[in-house]
Nanobody, 125 residues
Framework: QVQFVESGGGLVQPGQSLTLSCAVP????????VGWFRQAPGKEREGVSC????????TYADFVKGRFTISRDNAKNTVYLQMNNVEPEDTAVYYC??????????????????WGQGTRVTVSS
């Protein structure tokens, strides 16, 4: 079964940086948009960022714009999320998934598949 494997989470202090990785062994990401999502305790899962396959464009939720950067290395079937200047509100389990229906970002969550187990990020002083 194809599934993303997220890593890189941990405990960080506000204002610090963290890089999350997301790999999908045995699956070619070249043709699919890939997104990062997060779910905070007691809240619904929300989209954080997306990297398109077609034109390498990226999208960001307003609450991470200017702080987070998504990138992808198709040769390694890996997607990264560079998180800078983290805030306590960024505390959540972070997931990545591929949109099997689109090469461009913009689709709803239900179009995404191959969800991983997530990696937990805790921002606290």
């Amino acid at each position: 079964q194809v599934q993303f494997v997220e890593s890189g989470g941990g405990l960080v202090q506000p204002g610090q940086s963290l890089t999350l990785s997301c790999a999908v062994p045995g699956f070619n990401l070249d043709y699919y948009a890939v997104g990062w999502f997060r779910q905070a305790p007691g809240k619904e899962r929300e989209g954080v960022s997306c990297a398109s396959a077609a034109d390498r464009s990226t999208t960001y939720a307003d609450f991470v714009k200017g702080r987070f950067t998504i990138s992808r290395d198709n040769a390694k079937n890996t997607v990264y999320l560079q998180m800078n200047n983290v805030e306590p509100e960024d505390t959540a389990v972070y997931y990545c998934a591929a949109n099997l229906m689109r090469r461009l970002c913009g689709g709803p969550q239900h179009e995404y598949d191959y969800w991983g187990q997530g990696t937990r990020v805790t921002v606290s002083s």
